[in-house]
């Protein structure tokens, strides 16, 4: 894996690519007709879905009439493709340029150095086109997230810096104003599947890496207590953000 842009993926993902594929949260079809109202139906667009992972937003974006490849750095998560997909990164896309009417990175444009990848997606990109990127974000100021924080240091979704600014998004007058929408949504799963999710985050592989596992069992007892009817409610927000390309 090219070490010139600092993360190697394959040592925090590898190890739970098959766990990622069947138990993380996908995105509510609320994100998807925000994301059409920007940049016009899917069908028959060009889409690399970068950073694809498993394909949990590759899928969704192809059931809208996409004509999409994923890209996604990880040989294991790739391993779990059905459709169209490259080994590759968002600073060095294995794509033509001027290819593409859309890129999308859903919860993974953290991962890349921003100036390196702005320039290459605007590169494979039309004119025209977009670049749209994607989180789940966890509500603030749920205690049970809190208490599930200080007992495993499992932080809650979408924390820390998101590189989604329009600075950074323009770096070079690649992309024109950036447009955000931000769509709300809950989530309600298992207590089991709520903590197996957790062991997929990428704080918890290297706690697990360091320390040989997650506190499960306190983690489970927080949950319990908040949820006695064994099933997590988790609000969430889908913040997008898409820039168009000049």
């Given at each position: 894996m090219d070490s010139r842009f600092?993360?190697?993926?394959?040592?925090?993902?590898?190890?739970?690519?098959?766990?990622?594929?069947?138990v993380r949260p996908g995105y509510?079809?609320?994100?998807?007709?925000?994301?059409?109202?920007?940049?016009?139906?899917?069908?028959?667009?060009?889409?690399?879905?970068?950073?694809?992972?498993?394909?949990?937003?590759?899928?969704?974006?192809?059931?809208?009439?996409?004509?999409?490849?994923?890209?996604?750095?990880?040989?294991?998560?790739?391993?779990?493709?059905?459709?169209?997909?490259?080994?590759?990164?968002?600073?060095?896309?294995?794509?033509?340029?001027?290819?593409?009417?859309?890129?999308?990175?859903?919860?993974?444009?953290?991962?890349?150095?921003?100036?390196?990848?702005?320039?290459?997606?605007?590169?494979?990109?039309?004119?025209?086109?977009?670049?749209?990127?994607?989180?789940?974000?966890?509500?603030?100021?749920?205690?049970?997230?809190?208490?599930?924080?200080?007992?495993?240091?499992?932080?809650?979704?979408?924390?820390?810096?998101?590189?989604?600014?329009?600075?950074?998004?323009?770096?070079?007058?690649?992309?024109?104003?950036?447009?955000?929408?931000?769509?709300?949504?809950?989530?309600?799963?298992?207590?089991?599947?709520?903590?197996?999710?957790?062991?997929?985050?990428?704080?918890?592989?290297?706690?697990?890496?360091?320390?040989?596992?997650?506190?499960?069992?306190?983690?489970?007892?927080?949950?319990?207590?908040?949820?006695?009817?064994?099933?997590?409610?988790?609000?969430?927000?889908?913040?997008?953000?898409?820039?168009?390309?000049?």
């Amino acid at each position: 894996m090219d070490s010139r842009f600092g993360f190697d993926p394959t040592k925090v993902f590898d190890p739970v690519a098959e766990e990622y594929r069947s138990v993380r949260p996908g995105y509510p079809g609320r994100l998807y007709d925000a994301l059409e109202a920007i940049v016009g139906d899917l069908d028959g667009k060009a889409v690399a879905d970068v950073g694809a992972g498993t394909g949990i937003a590759t899928s969704a974006l192809a059931a809208r009439g996409g004509r999409v490849v994923a890209v996604e750095p990880s040989l294991a998560m790739l391993g779990r493709f059905h459709w169209p997909a490259v080994a590759g990164r968002a600073e060095a896309l294995p794509l033509r340029s001027a290819s593409h009417d859309l890129l999308t990175c859903a919860q993974a444009w953290h991962w890349v150095e921003p100036r390196h990848a702005v320039v290459e997606c605007r590169r494979v990109l039309r004119t025209g086109g977009h670049l749209a990127l994607w989180w789940n974000i966890s509500e603030s100021g749920d205690t049970w997230l809190e208490e599930v924080e200080s007992v495993s240091g499992v932080a809650p979704y979408g924390v820390g810096r998101h590189q989604d600014d329009p600075d950074t998004l323009t770096f070079g007058d690649a992309f024109a104003g950036v447009q955000y929408r931000d769509v709300r949504w809950t989530w309600t799963v298992p207590v089991e599947r709520w903590i197996k999710v957790a062991t997929t985050r990428s704080s918890s592989v290297n706690r697990l890496r360091q320390s040989g596992g997650l506190p499960e069992d306190e983690m489970r007892a927080v949950l319990d207590r908040h949820f006695p009817n064994g099933q997590v409610t988790e609000v969430l927000t889908c913040h997008l953000a898409v820039a168009t390309a000049v």
